[in-house]
């Protein structure tokens, strides 16, 4: 969560900068994060983000991946470091989210991430793997509007790997999804969080 005063969904935080650093620990790799207050996962790695990147399949080792949402880049520089042929886009609303995650993937010597504001991804990029933690407390019809916009964006016979709270609606997005013609299935469940793995 972001500090008091300041959403880690805000395109520009209010909240005043205080960074410092986290360690990130896989038993592939290992990244030391720049974060900052007024961005998602400040202070530490999120536990819903290490679940994802332990337990989601091998993302595309090619074309264009995404992190919906990169935050300080967990994500995003863990999918790269793991498809170095890929392009991973990595983008957030968060101008100090977007401004960490480039340092961090130049400070970790990761070259194949690409940082920007979701509008400023061309029209015609499609992805082969999505990534996300996503921003759940920006409300339901925000939530669906977004997802719907990025899954849209699948390459034919893509997967999104999504990781969802239990209380926070993950049984709920589960359904949704497959109405939206993306079955998705449960990957993995624990602490409350569930990996959910939907396909186009």
């Given at each position: 969560?972001?500090?008091p005063g300041?959403?880690y969904?805000?395109?520009?935080p209010t909240?005043?900068?205080?960074p410092?650093?986290?360690l990130?620990?896989?038993?592939?790799?290992?990244l030391?994060l720049?974060?900052d207050?007024?961005?998602?996962?400040?202070?530490r790695i999120?536990?819903?983000s290490?679940?994802?990147?332990?337990?989601a399949?091998?993302?595309?080792?090619?074309g264009?991946?995404?992190?919906?949402g990169?935050?300080a880049g967990?994500i995003a520089?863990?999918?790269?470091?793991?498809s170095?042929?890929a392009?991973v886009w990595?983008?957030d609303?968060?101008?100090?989210?977007?401004?960490?995650?480039r340092?961090?993937?130049?400070?970790?010597?990761?070259p194949?991430?690409r940082v920007?504001a979701?509008d400023?991804?061309?029209?015609?990029?499609?992805?082969?793997?999505i990534?996300?933690?996503?921003a759940?407390?920006i409300g339901?019809?925000?939530?669906?509007?977004?997802?719907?916009r990025?899954f849209?964006?699948?390459a034919?016979g893509?997967?999104a790997?999504?990781v969802v709270h239990?209380?926070l609606?993950?049984?709920?997005?589960q359904?949704?999804?497959g109405?939206?013609g993306?079955?998705?299935v449960?990957?993995?469940?624990?602490?409350?969080y569930?990996i959910?793995?939907s396909t186009?």
């Amino acid at each position: 969560m972001a500090a008091p005063g300041s959403h880690y969904f805000d395109e520009e935080p209010t909240t005043e900068s205080a960074p410092r650093d986290v360690l990130l620990t896989l038993p592939d790799t290992n990244l030391r994060l720049r974060t900052d207050r007024g961005v998602f996962g400040y202070n530490r790695i999120d536990a819903g983000s290490k679940l994802l990147l332990l337990k989601a399949p091998t993302p595309c080792p090619a074309g264009n991946l995404l992190d919906l949402g990169c935050g300080a880049g967990a994500i995003a520089l863990t999918m790269a470091r793991r498809s170095p042929a890929a392009t991973v886009w990595a983008i957030d609303v968060n101008d100090r989210a977007r401004e960490l995650c480039r340092a961090n993937a130049i400070a970790n010597d990761i070259p194949n991430v690409r940082v920007c504001a979701p509008d400023d991804v061309a029209s015609e990029v499609e992805f082969a793997t999505i990534w996300s933690n996503p921003a759940i407390r920006i409300g339901k019809p925000a939530l669906h509007e977004m997802l719907a916009r990025w899954f849209n964006r699948l390459a034919a016979g893509g997967e999104a790997v999504l990781v969802v709270h239990k209380h926070l609606g993950s049984d709920s997005l589960q359904t949704w999804l497959g109405e939206q013609g993306y079955p998705t299935v449960r990957l993995a469940s624990s602490g409350g969080y569930r990996i959910l793995r939907s396909t186009r």
